[in-house]
T-cell receptor, first 114, second 112 residues
Framework: DTGVSQNPRHKITKRGQNVTFRCDPI?????LYWYRQTLGQGPEFLTY????????KSRLLSDRFSAERPKGSFSTLEIQRTEQGDSAMYLC????????????FGPGTRLTVT | DQQVKQNSPSLSVQEGRISILNCDYT??????FLWYKKYPAEGPTFLIS?????DKNEDGRFTVFLNKSAKHLSLHIVPSQPGDSAVYFC???????????FGSGTKLNVKP
């Protein structure tokens, strides 16, 4: 068990570009969550997958954001036409169905939009 | 609309004393409450949880208290150790665990 991994750890992009982040959850964890965290704030929920199904999506998530979890394994979060306000830490977490409240977080991907 | 609030951005405590971190929530539908600890450059790590049917849960030096009528929970750390210095987040969820709401965090500094 190597924990939740996220790639890349850092991403600098210019406004208007598209970016994609990857999350590899702990194997056999059915639940996968994406969060966004800005300085001085707690993680803000973005979306939730149970296996390959996206069951919950924050209404704060604009149509520029899309997430996938093909085959219920790794997940990707794509941001199209990035804006400076998208600069944040993007966190991924996973949990098994049996103890669903205990989430295991990855180290995050820090996005800077210039 | 922040449903989970931590009103103290920071707390400083002497080693060996008690640390009390507080959290308030607004949604009466929340069934589970959790505390996470976060060190710099790492993701949050789960610390302790409590369900809405209990008012106290203890795990070693950590105890979480839940007051449903006041919509308030607190985390007690006794005795506090310098290694406890970190940012602590409280979080809450309804019983389907499809979505978690986090507070803004309290930075705890335990002085040797």
């Amino acid at each position: 068990d190597t924990g939740v991994s996220q790639n890349p750890r850092h991403k600098i992009t210019k406004r208007g570009q598209n970016v994609t982040f990857r999350c590899d959850p702990i194997s056999e964890h059915n639940r996968l969550y994406w969060y966004r965290q800005t300085l001085g704030q707690g993680p803000e929920f973005l979306t939730y997958f149970q296996n390959e199904a996206q069951l919950e999506k924050s209404r704060l998530l604009s149509d520029r954001f899309s997430a996938e979890r093909p085959k219920g394994s790794f997940s990707t979060l794509e941001i199209q036409r990035t804006e400076q306000g998208d600069s944040a830490m993007y966190l991924c977490a996973s949990s098994p169905l049996r103890s669903s409240y205990e989430q295991y977080f990855g180290p995050g991907t820090r996005l800077t939009v210039t | 609309d922040q449903q989970v609030k931590q009103n103290s951005p920071s707390l400083s405590v002497q080693e060996g004393r008690i640390s009390i971190l507080n959290c308030d929530y607004t949604n009466s539908m929340f069934d589970y409450f959790l505390w996470y600890k976060k060190y710099p450059a790492e993701g949050p790590t789960f610390l302790i949880s409590i369900s809405s049917i209990k008012d106290k849960n203890e795990d070693g030096r950590f105890t979480v208290f839940l007051n449903k009528s006041a919509k308030h929970l607190s985390l007690h750390i006794v005795p506090s150790q310098p290694g406890d210095s970190a940012v602590y987040f409280c979080a809450a969820s309804e019983n389907n665990f499809n979505k978690f709401y986090f507070g803004s965090g309290t930075k705890l500094n335990v002085k040797p």
